[in-house]
């Protein structure tokens, strides 16, 4: 990995309360590739979102803790800079994508306002000049007449519409790294290939970075270059997507790809869902957190949390059994 | 219907504000209220320049005498006539309102935003202020403040809106909290906008429905306590005259001349009622759930 976008390391966001820390990101690291797409994966709960929360300032300080040994960004350390920098970069710089487009727009709030807004926040520019720059960003991300709609409220939107807007309004400053959170798992699968796609071709023509987060593992083959495994707060496993897909080593990741329907799977091969739940990220086992759900459990998987072994450039995996 | 044409309608789509108006207007009360007001607003905005009496000029030989053709509501003791009193009371009593609501809307909007998006300790130390001051009698802080300060019209609008603000900045704060964990104020955050961009674009908008009913609801309540205070002596000054004035004064001599009270007290009670039937409405008509 020569040239990396945002490295991250030892991220930690913990939430202190009654019961103990509730500790939703436990020490992440990864890189992000210049131009290319890092997608995180992990089901709910395993901290995908809180690491970008964390990593963007989105996280609130108190009750919530951010803390690690770095994630640097064009030379700028985000956990160390004033949240005035940070937010400087958020919008401009570093943009983000929303699940749920009907919640992340403001219902008050013409398309109009909203992109208009980004503008103002970061490039100073007159209502008039932003919105030449709107109109033109909703064009590129292929919203039909957006003279006729840019007028409009979100709930005259469709929802894949309401998506496009929501990259519109991420890309208006070509910020230099996307982070897509679940970007496609409101809209219907058809509208959902369109949007990758879309996603896909804006990220080759701004040349920008995007971190992918997601729970479905078809939306990472076809759309990522580098794929980290999120499992209880932490990276269980890092690889190409090549590596992932072919050559799983961690247990939950071969557990994910095998509950995962595959063209070229035999017919009669059934889909094994991993047998649990998640733990309380309040109340993490001792050693590994996955070790009650693992089909290769040992005894010392109990005792402490599993090294990370290095098994190539940007190739790690965090199990005893691996 | 030319199909083309169905179809262009059917995009326009309806607004949250066409939706309100829409359930608005099937509220006939509502409606009937605000028809009542608009009516009161003519009538003691233009009626002063209509009627040929002004409403300082006494004439005394025609004093305190019942409705006649000349003076439709009758004369007070001093022998000016009640219509026109009625309707430049009317002027005051309903300006006090729209002004000491204003103010009152002002500083509990803004006070109640921040602290309710700021939260933890900004919002512990601003609600207790409000608390505090919740304690105080306030119709004591203002006749407090009108005998130090002296009485004048303008004082009387920021006393009582600056004592009235303390209940909308509760409800502003109350909105604003439950708002600000909406995934669209971390979208917004996550675009990089500033906190008062967030407060007053993202935020206050949100909470409008909530702000508009109350203030509606806030206008009769001030303008009663005008009344009360101009009862006390303590508000208006004749010949200057409002509402609570002209009952006062009414109801000093309601046994020989009961047409002074009943002019005016007609006028405060069916504005009031209307102005609460109005506030009901919107607030009615602006709750999304109440869409059916």
């Keep these: 990995m020569d040239d990396v976008l945002l490295s991250v390391r030892n991220l930690h966001v913990h939430y202190p309360g009654d019961d103990g820390v509730s500790k939703a990101v436990d020490g992440v690291s990864f890189d992000v590739p210049r131009g290319g797409t890092l997608a995180i994966v992990g089901e709910s709960g395993s901290g995908k979102s809180q690491t970008m929360y964390g990593l963007l300032g989105l996280v609130p300080q108190p009750p919530g803790r951010v803390f690690g040994d770095g994630a640097i960004f064009e030379g700028e350390d985000l956990l160390a800079m004033p949240e005035k920098r940070r937010r400087a970069l958020r919008g401009d710089r570093i943009a983000m994508i929303f699940q749920d487009s009907m919640t992340a727009l403001n219902p008050f709030l013409t398309v109009e306002r909203q992109l208009t807004e980004v503008l103002e926040a970061h490039r100073g520019v007159a209502r008039k000049a932003a919105r030449a720059e709107a109109l033109e960003m909703l064009r590129r991300v292929g919203i039909p007449d957006p003279e006729g709609r840019i007028d409009q409220y979100p709930h005259q939107f469709s929802g894949g519409m309401r998506q496009r807007v929501m990259i519109a309004m991420a890309l208006l400053c070509r910020p230099a790294l996307l982070v897509a959170d679940e970007p496609t798992t409101a809209l219907d699968v058809t509208i959902q290939a369109q949007i990758l796609e879309l996603l896909k071709t804006l990220q080759r023509q701004l040349g920008s970075s995007t971190i992918l987060i997601t729970h479905d593992l078809g939306v990472v083959a076809g759309t990522a270059d580098r794929v980290a495994v999120m499992y209880a707060g932490r990276v269980v496993e890092r690889g190409t997507v090549h590596e992932i897909f072919e050559a799983p080593r961690h247990p939950y990741t071969r557990g994910l790809l095998a509950s995962v329907p595959r063209l070229d799977a035999q017919q009669k091969e059934q889909l094994v869902p991993i047998p649990g739940q998640p733990p309380d990220p309040s109340r993490l086992p001792s050693g590994c957190p996955f070790r009650a759900r693992c089909p290769a459990a040992r005894a010392r998987c109990a005792e402490a949390y599993p090294e990370t072994t290095r098994l190539g450039p940007g190739r790690e995996v965090s199990c005893w059994a691996a | ?292």
Aim: proline share 4%.
């Design chain 2, 1 to 292: 219907m030319n199909p083309a044409l169905a179809i262009e309608e059917e995009v326009q789509g309806t607004s949250l504000w066409q939706d309100a108006w829409r359930r608005l207007r099937k509220n006939r009360m509502a409606v009937f209220s605000a028809c009542v007001l608009a009516a009161m607003f003519l009538f003691v905005v233009a009626g002063p320049w209509v009627v040929p009496w002004s409403y300082e000029q006494q004439d005394l030989a025609y004093g305190a005498q019942g409705p006649s053709w000349q003076h439709w509501f009758g004369t007070d003791m001093h022998g000016r006539d009640l219509l026109v009193r009625t309707m430049h009371g009317g002027r005051i009593s309903l300006l006090v309102g729209l002004l000491a609501t204003a103010v009152s809307l002002t500083i509990g909007v803004v006070y109640g935003a921040i602290s309710g998006y700021f939260g933890g300790k900004v919002d512990a130390i601003l609600m207790r202020v409000v608390d505090v001051l919740y304690v105080i009698p306030f119709m004591f802080v203002v006749i407090l403040f009108l005998v130090l300060f002296g009485r004048s019209l303008l004082l009387l609008f920021v006393a009582l809106g600056a004592v009235s603000w303390l209940t909308m900045a509760r409800i502003v704060r109350g909105q604003v909290m439950s708002l600000k964990n909406s995934e669209f104020v971390d979208a917004a955050r996550a675009a990089g906008v500033g906190h008062a961009g967030i407060i007053f674009r993202h935020l206050v908008p949100n909470a409008l429905g909530s702000i508009i009913v109350y203030a509606t609801l806030t206008i009769p309540r001030v303008m009663l306590e005008e009344a009360f205070l101009s009862y006390l002596g303590l508000g208006v000054q004749a010949p200057d005259a409002s509402w609570g004035l002209l009952v006062a004064d009414g109801a000093n001599s309601m046994i020989f001349l009961p047409h002074m009270l009943i002019f005016p007290g007609l006028l405060l009670t069916v504005t009031l009622f209307a102005l609460n039937f109005l506030g009901d409405g919107l607030r009615d008509a602006l709750d999304p759930r109440m869409k059916s």
